[in-house]
């Protein structure tokens, strides 16, 4: 798999003449390997491959790329604990992966619950469940907060709500 990045434009401006192309990165996974889906956060980016891992690479000070560390890696590192990912979103400081199973494991910055778990104000090195949610077919993941929808066609959201944006009739946190 490759993946091309280009980042370098200004709004309203043309390309050089000898950049016809965004530069390849090096690849998150095998030559050859299925991607299921791809994210790009807030300064990281993450991939899910066919055979259900997540790799991720970036920015990583508060553990977002989920390998454990908070060192920034150049190339993709494999999230640990994720075996069996459908796909994969990435927000500001964290990261969520919907598996093939309709659960859903969020890792990274939890300043406002954004990752499901009840510790704010943390940041978690390795994916931990969102609890209560079941047959989950859609996943998104916004700067601080996420939202997974069931099969069903039912909407949870968690995190950051200032704004009102986990959709509750409120403007306050939910985990």
């Avoid at 499901?116 to 700067?143: C, D, K, M, N, S």
Wanted: glycine fraction near 16%.
């Amino acid at each position: 798999i490759r993946v091309r990045v280009r980042d370098d434009l200004r709004p309203g401006t043309a390309p050089p003449p000898e950049a016809q192309a965004p530069p390849r990165c090096e690849g998150p996974g095998p030559e050859g390997q299925p991607t299921s889906s791809l994210t790009v956060g807030y300064a990281h980016a993450c991939v899910a491959l066919g055979d259900g891992t997540v790799r991720c690479w970036g920015s990583n000070y508060a553990s977002q790329l989920g390998d454990g560390t908070t060192a920034r890696r150049a190339t993709p590192v494999e999230v640990r604990d994720v075996a069996d990912a459908q796909t994969v979103g990435a927000g500001g400081s964290h990261s969520c992966a919907l598996l093939r199973s309709g659960r859903v494991v969020c890792w990274g910055g939890n300043t406002i619950g954004q990752i499901g778990a009840p510790t704010q104000g943390t940041l978690t090195r390795a994916p931990l469940e969102v609890t209560g949610l079941r047959g989950i077919a859609q996943l998104g993941v916004g700067r601080q907060h996420s939202c997974a929808v069931s099969a069903r066609g039912q909407v949870s959201c968690w995190g950051a709500n200032g704004a009102g944006q986990i959709g509750n009739g409120r403007r306050d946190m939910a985990p």
